[in-house]
């Protein structure tokens, strides 16, 4: 069982920056891979990206890509999202996910253990 609890979402302006952490429960965080999925009001959740747990591989969706940057570390049993040059369009509830699946996973179905999500608004 993996507990994961969200922080450090909020409120900031169109070009600013903002850093997501995940703290993870458990003695076998190491084995997971960590993904970040966000979800906006009338949209589906989508994945934003995530970290191999080996080789700190990271892969991101094409909307992010060079904005966003995730990275973990092990022995805090946290995973990071920093998000830089915010749009609006990057407004979401943003949640961290845990999987076991090997390769890249993408998919929701793919994650077995799911925070609560962090809220971030990108004003105008």
């Known amino acids: 069982q993996v507990q994961l609890v969200e922080s450090g979402g909020g409120l900031v302006q169109t070009g600013g920056s903002l850093r997501l952490s995940c703290a993870a429960s458990g003695r076998t965080f190491s084995s997971y891979h960590m993904g970040w999925f966000r979800q906006a009001p009338g949209k589906e959740r989508e994945f934003v990206g995530s970290?191999?747990?080996?080789?700190?591989?990271?892969y991101y969706a094409d909307s992010v890509k060079g904005r966003f940057t995730i990275s973990r570390d092990n022995a805090k049993n946290t995973v990071y999202l920093q998000m830089n040059s915010l749009e609006p369009d990057d407004t979401a509830v943003y949640s961290c996910a845990a999987s076991q699946w090997r390769g890249a996973p993408r998919r929701i179905y793919q994650y077995d253990y799911w925070g609560q999500g962090t809220q971030v608004t990108v004003s105008s």
């Open positions: 970290i191999n747990p080996s080789t700190d591989r990271t």
